[in-house]
């Protein structure tokens, strides 16, 4: 006698699918480049976008998800240095308050690969896509979400600023940017999206 099969699980095991993809809702007007150093951009958030694309939830106040994106990433040469990214992150915000506004990291690891690939595959640049809806609810309920603009920051990561004396730091890994910053990396668009 054969012992019976497990119940399919796998239906279980699948997140349920999206209602619809989602929908644009701001994007910057202007490239940002970046060379080693913080970077700050601009997204306006358009009223009408935003409107149709939270019909499309059926949800009236908020999205049910909310993703940014890192389009059209283009190098010669991976920086070999990841960013972090902050949504609102005030100007001169103590470290403290970075935590808050940290919604992920981005690494360059195959830029040049996406640049010039292989065999018949068209060059193009990078993208990164995050959920950052928890992060938006969170910024929202401390009054630091607005419907109509956000400021997304890329900061380097495990960097010793300039005026820092040498010492322990350089011991445990953490480094110095190169003189003359890192190898430039162009972002053509930060967008957000609703889903």
Same mark, same amino acid.
């Given at each position: ?52 694309a939270l019909a499309g939830t059926g949800s009236e ?28 992150? #005030?100007? @001169?915000? &103590? +470290?403290?308050?970075?935590? !808050?506004?940290? *919604? ?5 690891? $195959? ?49 010793? #600023?300039? @005026?820092? &004396? +040498?010492?322990?730091?350089? !011991?445990?890994? *953490? ?5 003359? $910053? ?14």
């Open positions: 006698m054969t012992p019976p099969n497990p119940p399919d699980s796998s239906a279980a095991a699948q997140p349920e699918p999206p209602a619809g993809q989602p929908e644009i809702v701001g994007a910057s007007e202007s490239p940002l480049h970046l060379t080693g150093a913080a970077a700050r951009i601009p997204v306006p958030i358009d009223a009408r976008a935003r409107s149709a106040g908020a999205p049910k998800r909310v993703y940014l994106h890192v389009e059209n990433i283009e190098a010669e040469k991976n920086p070999g240095t990841v960013y972090g990214i902050y949504v609102n992150l #005030p100007k @001169d915000a &103590p +470290p403290e308050q970075e935590e !808050a506004h940290h *919604v992920g990291n981005v690494s360059f690891f $195959g830029v040049e690969r996406a640049r010039d690939p292989r065999g018949d595959e068209h060059a193009h640049g990078m993208r990164v896509a995050l959920d950052i809806t928890d992060s938006v609810r969170a910024l929202a309920a401390r009054g630091e979400w607005k419907d109509d603009q956000l400021h997304v920051t890329f900061r380097p990561l495990g960097l010793v #600023p300039d @005026d820092t &004396p +040498p010492g322990p730091l350089q !011991a445990s890994g *953490v480094h110095r940017p190169p003189p003359g $910053g890192d190898p430039p990396v162009s972002i053509g668009r930060v967008s957000l999206s609703y889903g």
